[in-house]
């Protein structure tokens, strides 16, 4: 009889069967939370594996760096981190590496860690024939817990910025052609680049979401981050949340050159690694937040039903049907 | 021009390019340290790979899964953790891995944390080539500060148990032949693949140190585990703490059919994988210690003088011109 591999059962199925092993409360958020006497330490692990998440034509490696420690805080973010401690670096490197990538790919690490706070705490290093860069992030839970499962029917659903940059960056770093590339705005080739190898956070989010809230009462807000692309994000909210997302098209945050078309609409929705926050307020908050911060914007909201992603406008609800990024 | 490769430089002069990167307390120890409001957190990383590290022969996953929290919990323990909280789990897999590989994998990592506290907060998992297993953990720090830069000269030099095991159990796992073997006792090849496969960490070792402390204003003591041998230890000790390891061949504890001869004493000093403590006390409190948990032996001590090892008796010197485990 054929065992089932990883590919037979595919990655949704194997997170649900992984979630088994751990503690029920640590399952479906992008960190898990360690309680100690006074405080409580965010702590998020990301593994990036070259020819898989990276490889050395797409980013050089200051870059990877960088983007290797931003993915982390991002999530910390999106947990309502409200400091970054330090982060720890697993590394696997093969023998034939050269000292200055390493030494490059450290640069960019100190950089965003220069940017955003914390430091190096440690780490282990080991010869291996594909280069892996495993780095778990430790941040202070701050005031307000933003987590996936604290949307709430009748919130409204905001994203911090654009989708969809960082796949067009990664198609270009890749020199994938397609059929209307020369059409492309070169400024926002240059955007895209830029969003695809030195992605940013905002690390004033917090501070914003707690200056517009207007009932001190609420400490729990829905929110996660569109690393897995905006679909993904929404559908996780939806599902830890069990509600539904109604998604207005017309105004979800495009760049102003972001052509049209369905190609254009999959690296919107599926794209990944934009690094914005995906999250849901009470109809005030939103409304003196997105005020507050220009970037920010309204696209929909949650409402009760099966936990799933619809558009307003039922004619763009062929986009939904399309597959996420598959880690296996 | 040939740009130098890790290869080149080598595992000591990476880790010390590395140390540059960051901050210096927390380059020469087991554990990074995290300070909360009231408690202190020890952070630890330790990384697995298929072929470097462990392989489907030598051993199983449920093993595999057992050791690797194990080796992790060990530098908790050599740092003076009081507790293990938890660990997250980052994982590389090939998509052809059996489930049951990771089931078997995930049932050895739950039944060790069974057994030494501490639960899965959480994790990544990527494809990969190679399997890739990076575990972190953390522990509460206790009261006792156990740290490599805290030896002392006059301090006697302790273990906690039988070095050289796991390295006789990776050879009988790996099928290596060698010229003795059809004398080697079967007791001894069944314990040593147990060491291999199944080390154990001895979490009672710190409330015996508290226990038998005769003064308690001393609460720094020099500490390192023999993950690397007894021999790397014993070098990581005398170099972070400045000063010599005298050994007394004679005190060193063996199984009682452990054989004589050049290669079974570079075993056990080189070999590695062992998880014992090795540790300094002032005479005293080595005295109660050793009265009190008949596993510790006293195997020497330090004394005034360059960071080094040496034997009391000379002619044991030329064990000590050997390589250590190669990391590139």
């Not at 706070?117 to 280069?131: R, T």
């Not at 690390?203 to 400490?219: A, D, G, V």
């Not at 909201?301 to 558009?311: N, Y």
Request: include cysteine; hydrophobic fraction near 35%.
């Amino acid at each position: 009889m054929h065992k089932k591999t990883l590919e037979d059962i595919g990655e949704k199925e194997l997170i649900n069967r992984l979630g088994k092993f751990m503690p029920k409360n640590q399952i479906s958020d992008d960190c898990a939370l360690i309680k100690t006497k006074n405080e409580n330490l965010l702590v998020n692990t990301d593994c990036l594996v070259e020819n898989v998440h990276f490889n050395d034509i797409n980013i050089c490696p200051m870059d990877l760096g960088w983007k290797a420690v931003v993915s982390n805080i991002s999530d910390l973010l999106s947990s309502g981190s409200k400091k970054t401690i330090g982060i720890t670096i697993s590394l696997v490197l093969p023998p034939r590496t050269e000292w200055i990538w390493v030494e490059e790919l450290y640069k960019g690490i100190n950089k965003a860690l220069k940017e955003y706070g914390g430091m190096i705490l440690g780490g282990d290093c080991s010869k291996g024939d594909d280069k892996v860069i495993s780095i778990t992030a430790f941040g202070i839970q701050g005031e307000l817990e933003l987590r996936r499962n604290a949307c709430k029917p009748g919130e409204i659903i905001l994203t911090t910025g654009i989708h969809g940059l960082s796949k067009l960056g990664f198609l270009m770093q890749n020199k994938i052609n397609f059929d209307n590339q020369f059409s492309l705005n070169e400024r926002l080739i240059i955007k895209s680049i830029e969003h695809f190898c030195r992605p940013r956070v905002y690390p004033n989010f917090l501070n914003n979401l707690l200056k517009t809230r207007s009932n001190k009462k609420i400490k729990r807000i829905g929110c996660t981050d569109s690393s897995d692309g905006l679909f993904q994000a929404l559908q996780d909210l939806a599902m830890a949340s069990s509600c539904k997302a109604i998604i207005d098209y017309e105004k979800i945050p495009k760049d102003k050159d972001w052509p049209n078309g369905d190609k254009w609409d999959e690296y919107y929705f599926f794209g990944g690694e934009d690094y914005e926050l995906v999250f849901s307020l009470p109809k005030k908050w939103a409304k003196n937040l997105s005020k507050l911060d220009k970037n920010i914007n309204e696209i929909g909201f949650f409402t009760d039903g099966k936990p799933s992603i619809e558009f307003n406008d039922n004619k763009k609800n062929k986009i939904l049907n399309n597959t996420t990024f598959k880690h296996f």
